[in-house]
């Protein structure tokens, strides 16, 4: 049955009178809309139909840019129920408003949901103030732009705001200047090309009815949950709560290295600016200018949080970093919250493989055993930059032989052998012509090939091979995979972007084994031989002593495990440690402006 509600200032004034006597006076929020009796004023007249009827003839002036436009003028267009204004007034609307207001702690400005003009309008409503308007078309534009904005809020909660294949693709092409000075990339060259879910109007249209059973349970399973995703929100609170400072710069101070105990007059400013950020609790003799065991305590958990190794004394690197601004940390979380929110299309399962490029660090999750496997990586430098991808995982190969890529011949090995003609044979490479028939490489003049190379350049597998004892595969179109590396002391750097694309594994023996669908002694041993590693178990122990054994070459997974090599500029370690990164590859430059932009946005319903 049609509702029609009549409004009068005569009723708000009893109303009003009756409360006279009650601390909280009744509002007409929490008044049922049923309650209101007829009155004369067409002005106040609240009416269903009225308010559908204004919505519906303002549909056909709604530009469907995002999916969740087409889901909302669909909804109107079927539907009589009204979401934000039946039986009740305020409750609903009121806990959108809410979250909306708070999405500041999401790196979102709230305004990008109009939501000023939301409470603006509601707030007229509730005080009469409707001055040309009736109450109806106030009504229908609320009923329309509250819904809207929760769409857009879930949407983007769920699946991200930006699209980083759009931002990030072709950057030279697109960046200023300024920035293209900041950014080696070849052109047309791709970065982002992890394929993401993005939300379609089932999703939308699931929000929908999810809100009109339970607003608050709508609202909660919204917001990102993850571990990663919730350590950014605690720390963006934490910046939060430090209100806004600055704070003098520090001077750089050339070679000079500060031990405790030494004098200087930076260090006051050292002190200051780790009071600030909380790293150093009051510390007088720091701000006497000298360099306290505290101090340099308090130092060495800033270069933590900064994944900068720990020290006996303080130089100028560490000050560039010291030197920061707060705004600094603050774009970091609000562009890593932002990547948190992506969702990948290949689907994760209970067993994955996460790459962070650019911490040069492999996290392997087992959620059934809830254990991590973590170890550094050396990945892609700036020049051969590792990309970005999700693959599966289908086998390891043990002690494989290193095809050399045609750029690395040309930029690297023949300019070495130029230099030193003993480079092949100290290297263990052997050379083959088109037709797969060995060549001397002596009998080559390599000067001449400036572009294509008509040759092949192999090395030889097991010790000194690049790719290491063994290499774990999955399809990619780059040809890049994570490999056992030789080369151990480049995994105590701090800064690991040194490799030709490929992703080089700390320890690689465990990663096989964490690959692996259930524990195996036996297989895990004949991996262990293969990579001249003595086995474990009885019967592996018996292998070695058997003439007809024969060296295990590859081993395909029972079942293949997702693998992601991704890129965030924060870091979360096994143990909960939450740590910033360098931008090593300049990819938050772009997403920052991105997001900026889109945080100045004027959003209209």
């Given amino acids: 049955m049609m509702k029609r509600i009549l409004l009068s200032f005569f009723i708000l004034l009893v109303a009003l009178s009756a409360c006279k006597k009650q601390k909280e006076p009744k509002t007409l929020e929490a008044l049922a809309l049923s309650s209101f009796h007829e009155l004369v004023n067409p002005a106040y007249l609240i009416n269903s139909d009225s308010i559908r009827r204004y919505i519906r003839m303002n549909l056909s002036a709604v530009h469907d840019t995002a999916v969740w436009d087409s889901v909302v003028t669909e909804y109107y267009t079927a539907n009589d129920t009204l979401i934000w204004f039946g039986d009740e007034v305020g409750s609903r609307t009121d806990t959108l408003l809410y979250w909306l207001e708070n999405s500041y702690r999401h790196g979102i400005n709230p305004e990008l949901f109009a939501v000023s003009g939301m409470r603006s309008d509601l707030e007229r409503f509730r005080s009469l103030q409707l001055n040309e308007r009736s109450v109806n078309h106030l009504l229908a534009g609320?009923?329309?732009r509250l819904t809207a904005s929760y769409l857009h809020y879930a949407c983007g909660l769920s699946f991200g705001f930006l699209s980083p294949s759009e931002i990030l693709n072709n950057l030279e092409e697109k960046t200023s200047d300024v920035?293209?000075?900041a950014i080696t990339k070849s052109k047309n060259e791709d970065v982002s090309l992890i394929p993401l879910k993005k939300c379609d109007k089932k999703f939308a249209q699931g929000a929908l009815d999810k809100l009109k059973q339970d607003a608050c349970f709508a609202f909660r399973q919204v917001q990102p949950s993850s571990r990663f995703y919730l350590s950014l929100q605690k720390e963006s609170d934490r910046l939060d709560s430090l209100g806004e400072f600055e704070f003098e710069p520090i001077p750089l101070i050339g070679d000079t290295l500060l031990k405790v105990g030494e004098r200087h007059r930076i260090v006051p400013l050292i002190a200051q600016r780790l009071l600030q950020t909380g790293?150093?609790?009051?510390?007088s003799d720091s701000i006497e200018n000298v360099l306290t065991p505290a101090l340099l305590e308090a130092v060495n958990r800033f270069r933590i949080?900064?994944?900068?190794a720990t020290d006996h004394s303080i130089g100028t690197y560490t000050i560039r970093y010291l030197n920061h601004p707060f705004s600094y940390y603050k774009d970091l979380l609000h562009i890593n919250m932002e990547r948190a929110r992506w969702q990948y299309a290949l689907e994760k399962g209970t067993k994955y493989v996460f790459v962070n490029v650019a911490a040069c660090m492999l996290q392997a999750f087992n959620e059934e055993t809830d254990s991590i496997l973590e170890m550094r990586t050396c990945c892609g430098s700036v020049r051969n930059k590792t990309p970005l991808l999700s693959s599966r995982i289908y086998y390891m190969e043990l002690n494989p032989y290193w095809n050399v890529p045609q750029n690395i011949i040309r930029k690297e090995i023949i300019p070495s052998y130029?230099?030193?003609t003993t480079y092949f044979t100290r290297n263990r490479m052997k050379v083959y012509d088109k037709n797969g028939v060995r060549v001397n490489p002596r009998d080559i003049k390599w000067s001449k090939y400036k572009a294509g190379v008509p040759f092949t350049v192999k090395q030889d597998n097991k010790e000194g091979n690049s790719l290491g004892r063994i290499i774990f595969r999955f399809p990619n179109s780059f040809a890049v995979y994570l490999h056992d590396t030789p080369s151990r002391r480049t995994f105590a750097r701090a800064n690991r972007a040194v490799s030709h694309g490929c992703v080089r594994l700390e320890k690689a023996l465990d990663f096989?084994?964490?690959l692996l669908k259930e524990p195996d002694e036996l297989l895990e041993d004949r991996i262990r031989i293969a990579m001249d590693i003595a086995p474990k178990s009885d019967e592996g122990k018996k292998l070695t002593?058997?003439?007809a054994y024969r060296e295990l070459k590859h081993y395909s997974l029972k079942e293949s495990v997702p693998v992601y090599l991704d890129y965030q500029t924060m870091y979360l370690d096994a143990a909960g440690q939450l740590s910033y990164c360098d931008d090593i590859?300049?990819?938050?430059?772009?997403?920052?402006?991105?997001l900026n932009k889109l945080n100045h946005k004027n959003i209209t319903y």
């Fill in 585 to 594: 590859y300049k990819y938050d430059a772009p997403l920052l402006e991105a």
């Fill in 279 to 283: 790293e150093l609790q009051q510390d």
């Fill in 179 to 181: 920035r293209k000075q």
């Fill in 418 to 420: 130029l230099r030193d």
């Fill in 512 to 514: 096989a084994f964490f």
């Fill in 142 to 144: 609320l009923e329309y």
């Fill in 545 to 547: 002593r058997s003439q």
């Fill in 305 to 308: 949080n900064n994944r900068l």
